[in-house]
């Protein structure tokens, strides 16, 4: 039983946000949506421990089209990193700013980026594209992010400095055409660069929240040097090109690893 503490632990740690919201703001739609979240999560890692090829990919699915379709475009929220800064700039800790506060704030430093690898819409499209497997090494252009993190920022400050009305249907708008920048930019650098997750790495804007906080994460791959032959497969199957063996956190692209899990499954004596 001790194999399935993971999935149990991931489910008690969204039940417990989620009936905490559901008391502090007295609204039964935090109930249900971190319940979802957390038995979509935790049935992904059940199933990988039943060595279900495609759980995390199920994962993605369950949690990614959940909020991209139904909060984003049935509800109308911007869950995008926009709507974050529009609700923090209207003083309400309601939809994004709870969402970031717990995926992609806070969260990380007890999951990692596991936001990245289990509920990111973006990222869950773009993994079906044919470059899971890096075929280059990583480009220095990181720096890109923090632009286009700057541009977000920028972008919503306008619209509350010119006094623009009806800013709720422009978030509305701005989260569907920013979806459809993200999946076009993402699918092409996947191509350019032959490397699936090219986007995450240098364009994203979230992971200016995910990278610093993923640092300190209690839950990361560790290598038991003991079994390692140093064989390399981990480092060769894995999408963000961490070196796993190394248990340091200053490791090469620590605050990259998405928990994807595919440096466990390729290791041929179970050193991760």
């Known amino acids: 039983m001790k194999k399935y503490f993971l999935p149990l632990m991931m489910l008690v ?3 417990t946000i989620a009936i905490t919201l559901w008391l ?13 979240i957390g038995i979509s999560i935790s049935s992904g890692i059940f199933l990988y421990v039943r060595n279900y090829k495609y759980a995390r990919r199920v994962t993605q699915l369950l949690v990614g089209l959940y909020m ?3 909060l984003g475009f049935i509800c109308g929220e911007n869950m995008q990193i926009e ?3 529009y609700y923090l700039f ?11 506060a717990v995926a992609k704030i806070f969260g990380p430093l ?3 980026r596991g936001w990245c690898g289990y509920a990111c819409w973006t990222a869950m499209a773009l993994d079906f594209l044919p470059y899971k497997i890096p075929e280059a090494p990583g480009k220095k252009i990181g ?8 541009v977000s920022f920028l972008f919503v400050s306008a619209l509350f400095l010119s006094h623009i009305g009806n800013l709720e249907k422009i978030m509305f708008w701005a989260f569907i055409i920013g979806n459809v920048i993200y999946y076009a930019v993402g699918i092409l650098l996947a191509f350019v660069f032959k490397d699936n997750r090219a986007f995450c790495k240098y364009i994203c804007p979230v992971t200016v929240f995910l990278k610093p906080m993923s640092y300190f994460s209690l839950l990361r791959m560790k290598c038991d040097k003991s079994k390692c032959i140093s064989c390399g497969k981990c480092k ?23 928990l994807c899990y595919e440096c466990v499954k390729n290791c041929p004596k179970g050193a991760l």
């Open 13 to 15: 740690i969204f039940e």
């Open 24 to 36: 502090t703001k007295n609204n039964p739609f935090y109930l249900f949506n971190f319940s979802y």
């Open 68 to 70: 991209l379709v139904y």
């Open 83 to 85: 709507g974050f800064w």
């Open 90 to 100: 209207t003083g309400v800790f309601e939809a994004a700013t709870i969402h970031y």
């Open 110 to 112: 007890l999951f990692g």
């Open 143 to 150: 720096w890109i992010r923090y632009i286009t993190f700057a």
């Open 236 to 258: 060769k199957v894995c999408p963000m090109e961490v070196d796993v063996t190394d248990n340091s956190r200053k490791r090469k692209n620590g605050t990259e690893c998405i």
